[in-house]
């Protein structure tokens, strides 16, 4: 289990984070009267994380560590930990790697196999304008076979495309986009399922 005091700028109050196999908590409240925000294990629907650069005048003044997961009840825990001048950048930095990595590590696997059953019980899942099918994926209309399906990634987006045709692209923003690595992991698995990993 990680549980983690969770600072979000030098003003505000430390919130605590609990994130296990069963539940994810957090106390995003700003009122005592207000509840603490508290997702089950099969409420947990999505997430989006990144980091946002802090821009001075001339110079980045300061990063934002986000962290965005949404719950089946269209309830969100936002986590937000900044740093200024890099002032404690490492330690949020090592915190940001621990929340995501535990994540992936307790829940993310839950969201991948749900997409996969619906995608084996209809023949399709759709998700971020992009088709998942059996045969293979569809992007801005055009069908692409899984044996020419390329996949990029990059640090903060992950991108699918045609082999054949490298115009037709989708990439995916794992800070705007909800569950762009839910796309990251359904399309690698099912590649390599097939024996077409790169």
Known sequence: MLELDIKPNILDRSRKLLLNSDFIEFDDTNWDTDTVARFNKGEVEAIRFGIKFLKGYMFTIGRTFCIDIQGSYGRNI????TSFYGIGKQALDEKYCQIINSFMDTHHNDIVNRAIKVLNSEGKFELLETAFEKEGIVIKGKR???ENVGTKAYRTYYALFSKNDPKVY???NYMDDWNAILVYTLSRRILSEKGLSE
């Open 78 to 81: 936002k986590i937000r930990m």
């Open 170 to 172: 989708k990439s995916y």
């Open 144 to 146: 692409i076979s899984w």
